[in-house]
């Protein structure tokens, strides 16, 4: 595998499931990121992991609930979830430091939908 | 806050040249990515623009300007695999700041 991946690639579930998405970076980055896409709407910035530590949250309902075990791991659990919570679900990575470049490399995505 | 504006729909013909803008508000700066997304893929790197000017990279060329908040993403000889979406972000620290897309339609 190279890249990001992502699993699963679609998601059906009902409002009282639990699930989790999971990605996986093969690059040796040291920070980790999970967006939400919406329809018509820009990224919007869920979750931000550098050196497994979680650097931001930006204000993301506790029904979504990140986890980061190890640098080239990160987990989305999902519980009692909304049908508006129904989107692209992106995790991206970067080398963050003084003298990286920055560049976010995104994996392909989860396509939730929420019954 | 941040705030990113760029166009929702661009339509050109096939062999034209098309350049998409991009307005920045946002607190702190580094600098300014491109993506563009296929449909249902990932968003992957067209750009980085740190300092003002232009800079060219084949048939896509990004300009800045800090000074007036504003880029942006000059698609040349336009082919049918660049119909996609173009997204402008801001980058301050290690957050990126997106705006909503621009879907480019490239007709024959």
């Known amino acids: 595998e190279t890249g990001v991946t992502q699993t699963p690639r679609h998601l059906v579930m009902g409002m009282t499931n639990k699930k989790s998405l999971k990605c996986e970076q093969h690059l040796g980055h040291n920070a980790m990121y999970w967006y939400k896409q919406s329809a018509k709407k820009p990224l919007e910035l869920m979750f931000v992991?550098?050196?497994?530590?979680?650097?931001e949250n930006n204000s993301v309902p506790s029904r979504f609930s990140p986890e980061c075990p190890n640098s080239s791991h990160l987990f989305l659990h999902l519980h009692t979830l909304q049908p508006e919570d129904s989107a692209l679900y992106l995790c991206?990575?970067?080398?963050?430091?003084?003298?990286?470049?920055?560049?976010?490399?995104f994996g392909p995505g989860t396509r939730l939908t929420v019954l | 806050g941040q705030n990113i504006d760029q166009p929702t729909e661009m339509t050109a013909t096939e062999g034209a040249i098309v350049q998409i803008n991009c307005t920045y508000q946002t607190s702190g700066f580094n600098g300014l990515f491109w993506y563009q997304q296929h449909a249902g893929e990932a968003p992957t790197f067209l750009s980085y623009n740190v300092l003002d000017g232009l800079e060219e990279k084949g048939r896509f060329s990004s300009f800045l300007s800090r000074s007036k908040g504003y880029s942006y993403l000059l698609l040349k000889e336009l082919q049918m695999k660049d119909s996609a979406s173009y997204l402008c972000?801001?980058?301050?620290?290690?957050?990126?700041?997106f705006g909503a897309g621009t879907t480019v339609t490239v007709r024959a």
């Open positions: 972000a801001a980058y301050n620290d290690y957050k990126l700041s």
């Open positions: 992991y550098s050196l497994e530590e979680r650097v």
């Open positions: 991206a990575s970067s080398q963050e430091g003084a003298s990286s470049y920055n560049e976010q490399f």
